[in-house]
C-alpha cells in the first residue's frame, strides 16, 4: 500500500520560511518523479513544484521561482519542499504526489499516488 505522509505545514508570517516534508512508502521512491501540489480555498489544484528521479531536475511554477526549492533524499524516501519568502497568497494546503512513468510533471493527471495534505497559512 503506497503511502505519501506530508509534514512541516502551520502558520508563519509573510516573509518567513517553512520546510515542508513527504515521506513515501510502499513504493520504489527512487524510481518515481516526485511532484508538489496546492490548493486554496476554492481554487483548482496547481502544480508547485516537481524533480525527477535522481534528483538532477527539477521543475518549478512561475510564481515559486527564486523562493521556494524542491529536493529528495532517495536514502530516506522523502521529499522536501523549502519555501522562503512567503506571501500570503501561498496560503493553501499543499500535497506531494508521485508517478513512475510519463513525460510531465506540471499536470495533476500524471500522477499516480497523493499525500493528504497539510495547510500551509501565511498572515500579513
Known amino acids: 500500500q503506497v503511502q505519501l505522509v506530508e509534514s512541516g505545514g502551520g502558520l508563519v508570517q509573510a516573509g518567513g520560511s517553512l520546510r515542508l516534508s513527504c515521506a513515501a512508502s510502499?513504493?520504489?521512491?527512487?524510481?518515481?518523479?516526485m511532484g508538489w501540489f496546492r490548493q486554496a480555498p476554492g481554487k483548482v489544484r496547481e502544480f508547485v513544484a516537481g524533480?525527477?528521479?535522481?534528483?538532477?531536475?527539477?521543475y518549478y511554477a512561475d510564481f515559486v521561482k527564486g523562493r521556494f526549492t524542491i529536493s529528495r533524499d532517495n536514502a530516506k524516501n522523502t521529499v522536501y519542499l523549502q519555501m522562503n519568502s512567503l506571501k500570503p497568497e501561498d496560503t493553501a494546503v499543499y500535497y506531494c504526489?508521485?508517478?513512475?512513468?510519463?513525460?510531465?510533471?506540471?499536470?495533476?493527471?500524471?500522477?499516480?499516488?497523493w499525500g493528504q495534505g497539510t495547510q500551509v497559512t501565511v498572515s500579513s
Open positions: 504526489a508521485g508517478r513512475l512513468y510519463g513525460p510531465g510533471v506540471r499536470g495533476t493527471s500524471e500522477y499516480d499516488h
Open positions: 510502499g513504493l520504489t521512491f527512487s524510481s518515481n518523479t
Open positions: 524533480i525527477d528521479w535522481g534528483g538532477g531536475t527539477t
